[in-house]
């Protein structure tokens, strides 16, 4: 407890860029973006399927309810189909009746919109620091040639309690870091019972899944999307896969923005009331021994509404090895992925600039590094 300090999770750093939100406040009737913001959308990019076009057939992310599987209803079995096959074919999903009530999901969206609202004095304490993944700003810069995402911030390790960076816990507001503190316990209870369910229809054994995931590592990124005067030239997030094993997502307003890359197009995820949004990460891609995908996904922005949401990432232990499940490649006869420490697997993503980071990319790598 003493070494709090040296015992925090360094997974990488960014290089310090500007507030967005700052700039748009600074020039509330701002009609050009910065140079720096303006993004070169390929082709295929702006043939995404837009669920408001009644030209294109229009796919939906799947739903599944976590009600049939907890309470082992009798459509526990066709529910355990649904979410093996939104894992395998989506990656992506919305989750309803999760059981996180409705009153802590709104108590938490207040906090986090004030919380953004701060000004600019107030937010500089919270601050990413050199080295440091967290506080505000931005994560995944790597040069001052890179494009930049029309957003800010803010990320923060939750769990496992002695990671936690306790100077800056102790700087939260502190109605937000109650709720923040509550919900980061419930969103953990709801990752293990998914990563559960994910072990059982995958044919992995309960201990294994116990083993990895019962006292994971959980970190947050709160996102504030600010209105973009010209969305088209903009991203508010970059194209990217996460890293960790389940991320479950809490869009704070019904807007528009996040998209996944289905079958090359991109597919708008439109925010169900009251449903969170969950995707496998990279860590679960392996785990799966490359069943389940940890798919490309990006956020936009819009011209009028400013868009908040909070990504809750969870993975294994740190100190671990991230690799197959033993269970799966007894079954498949084969491991498609190596075994590697779980921080390296990390710090070989935060050191790539956002785009890159996609699974096959990162592992290429460090394969190479091993075999060679
Ligand atoms: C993320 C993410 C998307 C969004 O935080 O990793 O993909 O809609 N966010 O904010
Ligand atoms: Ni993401």
Redesign the pocket.
Known sequence: MENQEEETINLGRSLLVPSVQQLVRDEPSITKIPHRYVHQLDDHDSSFVSSDDPLTINPSVPVIDLHNLIENTSTYSSELNKLHTASEEWGFFQVINHGISESLLEDFRREILDFFGLSMEEKKHLWQEENSYEGFGQLFVVSEEQKLDWSDMFAITTLPRHLRKSQLFQKLPPLLRDKLEAYSAEVKKLAVAILGQMGKALGIKTEEMSELFEDGFQAM?M?YYPPCPQPELALG?SPHS?ADAL?I?YQLNQTD??QIRKDGKWVTIKPLPNALVVNIGDIMEIVSNGVYKSIE?R?MVNEHNERL?V?TFYCSTMGTEVGPAQSLVAQHKVENFRRVPLEEYFKECFARKLDECIVEKVFSIISASLIS
């Open positions: 990124r996102n997030f996460d991320t997502l923005g996040l996904h956020a949401s990504a």
